[in-house]
C-alpha cells in the first residue's frame, strides 16, 4: 500500500510517500527564513507560502519515489493541531487528490505523527512504551499503550519546553527558532548559572517553564555583562535536567522500560546526551527519531495514516482542521 501524506500545520510544507511502512520519499520545506525577521510565524505569511509551493512539492515527492500519480493508494494530511489557515492547505489540497483519484483519504492528528517518527528509526519497537512529547506547543509525558491509544501522565502547566527555547532565546538576542539558537549558543558557553527546575517532588510529573524565562530575564537585568552563551548553556541545562529526570522516573514508577523522544526539542543535542547517560544509569532505554524527523515532517503522517488505512479506517471527505486537536 503506497501512502503519500502532506504536512502543513506550522511553517514547513511537507510531503512524504512510503509503501508498507517503508519510506519512498521525504521532501521538507522550511518556511524559517521568511518568519526569522518577525521572530515567530506569522500565520497568514505561513498558509499563503504553503499554498504557493504545496503543488510543486507533491510532485518533487512523486518524481522522487519514482511514481505516478495514478499509483497512489491513500491520500492524507495533518488535520489538527495547528494553525487554521495552514492546516487547511494541506488537508484541502490531499482531499482534492483523493476526489481526483477516487482514493481514500486519512486525516492525522500531528502529536502521533511525532510519536509515530520513532517506528521509522526502530521499526520493531512496540507498545507499551513511555513517550516524552517535546515540540513548540506541547510537553506531556505519555504512554502509548497500543497502536491507536495515548495515555497522559504528565504535562506542562504553562510553556512548552519549545516555546521556553523560543522565548529565551528571543530574550537573549539570538533569533528564531530559539532551540537550535540556544543549542549553537551553548556549545560556545559552560552551565555556570543555576536556574529553576520547579515541581521536583517525587512523582510529580507535571512540568514548568514560565518560571524559567523570568528567572533569565531578571538574571540578565542583574547582570547585562554575563555571556550569553553561558547564560544559554544554563538555561538549557536546566530545561533538559527537568525533562530527563521526569520522564525517567516517570518510566522507573510505572515500570516501563523504553522512552521514546518525539517532536522538535528532541532533535536538542544536550537532551540526547543526558539521556543517553541516564539510560546506562538505570536500564530504561532511550529512543530518538534522526534528528530531522524530531520536527515536522510528513514521513510521520504518512506512517500514521498507514497504520490508520491498513484497519480501513478512512476519514471522510467533510474531515475538518481542528487547531486545537488533543491525542
Ligand atoms: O515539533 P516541532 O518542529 O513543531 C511543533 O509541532 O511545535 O517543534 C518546534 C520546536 C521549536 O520550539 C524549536 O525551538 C524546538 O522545537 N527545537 C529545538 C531544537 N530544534 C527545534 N529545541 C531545542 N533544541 C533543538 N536543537
Ligand atoms: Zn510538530
Known amino acids: 500500500m503506497k501512502v503519500l501524506a502532506l504536512e502543513s500545520s506550522c511553517d514547513e510544507t511537507a510531503v512524504a ?63 489538527g493541531p495547528g494553525l487554521v489557515g495552514s492546516l487547511l492547505i494541506g488537508l484541502s489540497f490531499a482531499k482534492g487528490m483523493a476526489i481526483a483519484m477516487n482514493k481514500p483519504f486519512v486525516g492525522v492528528n500531528h502529536l502521533f505523527g511525532h510519536v509515530y517518527a520513532n517506528f521509522l528509526r526502530y521499526p520493531l519497537l512496540k507498545p507499551p512504551f513511555m513517550v516524552l512529547l517535546v515540540s513548540g506547543g506541547h510537553t506531556e509525558i505519555l504512554v502509548l499503550k497500543d497502536w491507536d491509544r495515548i495515555e497522559l501522565v504528565g504535562k506542562t502547566r504553562d510553556d512548552a519546553a519549545g516555546e521556553a527555547f523560543d522565548k529565551i532565546a528571543r530574550l537573549l538576542g539570538l533569533g528564531y527558532p530559539g532551540g537550535p539558537a540556544i543549542q549553537e549558543a551553548a556549545e560556545k558557553g559552560q552551565a555556570k548559572y543555576h536556574f529553576p527546575r520547579p515541581l521536583r517532588e517525587k512523582g510529580n510529573f507535571d512540568f514548568s517553564f514560565s518560571g524559567l524565562k523570568t528567572s533569565v530575564l531578571y538574571f540578565m537585568k542583574k547582570n547585562p555583562l554575563a555571556s550569553v552563551s553561558d547564560v544559554a548553556a544554563s538555561a538549557q541545562e536546566a530545561i533538559v535536567d527537568s525533562l530527563v529526570t521526569k520522564a525517567f522516573d516517570a518510566a522507573e514508577s510505572l515500570h516501563l522500560d523504553e522512552i521514546a523522544f518525539a517532536g522538535g526539542v528532541a532533535s536538542n543535542s544536550l537532551l540526547r546526551e543526558w539521556a543517553r547517560v541516564q539510560s546506562e544509569v538505570s536500564g530504561i532505554k532511550a529512543y530518538f527519531p534522526p534528528v530531522d524527523l524530531c520536527t515536522d515532517n510528513a514521513a510521520m503522517i504518512a506512517l500514521v495514516a498507514h497504520e490508520k488505512a491498513k484497519r480501513g479506517l478512512f476519514s471522510p471527505l467533510s474531515t475538518n482542521a481542528v487547531p486545537y486537536l488533543t491525542l
Open 17 to 79: 510517500i512510503i509503501e508498507d511502512g517503508r519510506l519512498l520519499s521525504s521532501q521538507i520545506s522550511s518556511q524559517i527564513d521568511i518568519h526569522k525577521r518577525f521572530g515567530g510565524v506569522v500565520p497568514e505569511i505561513a498558509a499563503r507560502k504553503h499554498l504557493e509551493i504545496i503543488d510543486r512539492m507533491v510532485s518533487r515527492s512523486l518524481e522522487e519515489a519514482d511514481l505516478d500519480i495514478k499509483e497512489i493508494d491513500v491520500f492524507a494530511s495533518t488535520m
